[in-house]
């Protein structure tokens, strides 16, 4: 009984993780007449992460480009937009505070992402979006980038605006928030991680690192 009363903080806080409510409009379909791209050969599925009970479809958000962001202000960077990456690969990350045990874990991968490719073209991108009961304090956030040891640029979603608009709404199984798109040279989504742990040297980490580099080789267009 005692084991069991222990485990229930921790249910809960990984519970924390996850979002409470049903979720934003897919993201609009790729212009008429063009084709999404293909997978480059030998590449890994266009989604990873999530859970067997999760929504895996990602049909009109891998292929097309994303709704603008409307996020701010923004650490470590001037404010940045998809058209400001353009020729860039990105990966765009939504995390919270510390206390969210998916986005401790997954720090470690987003750093080594960014420290292994950012000279070769990768640009990571932090997204935070607020879930602790206090208010939302942009000092406070500094102070978690400087726990994650985030050093690529991060902005605030105001009340998930930007993840609403992106991945959320009207997908009530797209369940974590703790989402990842991975965007060409063009502008488009070519692969989604969908949310939880993302750790480095494990077999999914190695499918996003792989997706990284298949476009990082991509000539540009």
Known sequence: MLARLLL?????????????EPAPAA?????????????????????SGGGPGFDHDVSG????????????PWYNSPPLTPVDLRGKVVLVRWFMSPSCPFCSATAPALKALDERYRTRGLVVVGMYHH????????????????????RFPVAIDPDWRTLKRW?????PKREYTSVSFL?????LVRHVHLGGKLE????EFAVVEGRVRALLDEPAR
Do not use: M, N
């Open 61 to 72: 958000v891998v292929g097309a480009p994303p709704p603008a962001w409307d996020v701010g």
């Open 183 to 187: 965007l060409d040279r063009t502008g």
């Open 27 to 47: 993201a609009p379909a790729a212009p008429q007449g063009s084709a999404a791209p293909a997978a480059p050969q030998g590449s890994a599925a266009l989604t």
């Open 167 to 171: 991945w959320i709404d009207g997908h």
């Open 8 to 20: 229930l903080p921790l249910a809960a806080l990984a519970l924390a993780c996850a979002s409470p």
């Open 200 to 203: 480095p040297a494990t077999p």
């Open 131 to 150: 879930k602790d009961p206090e208010p939302l304090d942009p000092e406070a956030v500094k102070g978690y980038l400087a726990h994650f040891g985030y």
